[in-house]
């Protein structure tokens, strides 16, 4: 990929409102380079964190991953950056927590495949992938390009914007991907389960209002519910029943 073309989609992704925490060990270290080196990184990068030891790594997620390069640690690095990403954004704006975990070439042959697994989540998205390198086909330094590539147009993907480039895999290096979208009720239960910290709602105008269904949310322990609960409910709702179609307790 030429550096016009990379320089396109850094531009493209620092051009949208999506602000990010990206946290990488074990390759794509150039694309880090090429996102702050380019101007405009203030407008997308809240923070970077490289955790490459395995302590540095165990800090990160609270706990010891089955291993340390592998899809779920993609993910779950994915889901930290994000919530993160919520705490240091502006209100309101869309974040997006970028993980990535590799075991690329290095000074002594690997027993097992190269290979990276990159993961990206949005408020309604979690996106992962898998990508097995031919051993023996590049150096360390190009195995890290190809990763840093494939990160930025994972990014550009996240933040809706176009990144049309040659991936540079041959056609015998494997790519699996898998995408989960989320419902709103979906993103409430996150919530309660404390999977995501906070999620904003935007206050709408009066021609969106009435083509939405409309929800309540109570906040308290109701532990146990009893009837003033109930009650407040009543009087929250009581304007117009048809216009809340439901209510949750929180």
């Avoid at 709103?184 to 999620?199: M, V």
Wanted: proline content about 4%; glycine content about 6%.
């Amino acid at each position: 990929m030429t550096d016009a073309c990379i320089r396109g989609v850094v531009e493209a992704i620092h051009a949208s409102p999506t602000q990010a925490v990206v946290y990488i060990a074990g390759g794509a270290s150039q694309a880090l380079g090429m996102l702050m080196s380019i101007p405009g990184a203030t407008n997308t990068v809240l923070e970077a964190v490289v955790p490459y030891s395995r302590m540095s790594m165990i800090q990160l997620l609270g706990q010891i991953p089955n291993q340390f390069c592998s899809q779920q640690t993609a993910v779950n690095m994915a889901l930290l950056a994000y919530n993160r990403a919520l705490k240091l954004s502006r209100p309101g704006a869309p974040v997006l927590g970028v993980g990535f975990t590799g075991a690329l070439a290095s000074t002594h042959p690997k027993l097992g495949d190269h290979r990276f697994h990159l993961s990206t989540r949005t408020s309604d998205r979690l996106w992962v992938s898998t990508v097995t390198l031919s051993k023996g086909l590049r150096t360390r330094e190009q195995e890290d390009k190809v990763s840093s590539h494939l990160l930025l147009k994972a990014m550009a993907s996240a933040c809706k914007v176009p990144a049309t480039f040659n991936s540079e895999l041959t056609d015998s290096e494997t790519v699996d991907e898998c995408e989960q979208q989320f419902s709103e009720d979906q993103e409430l239960e996150q919530i309660i389960n404390g999977e995501i910290c906070f999620k904003v709602y935007p206050f709408l105008n009066e021609t969106q209002v009435f083509n939405e269904e409309r929800k309540i949310i109570l906040s308290g322990s109701f532990n146990p519910l009893h009837d003033g609960h109930l009650k407040l409910l009543e009087v929250a709702t009581r304007n117009d029943c048809d216009y809340f179609k439901s209510a949750l307790f929180l």
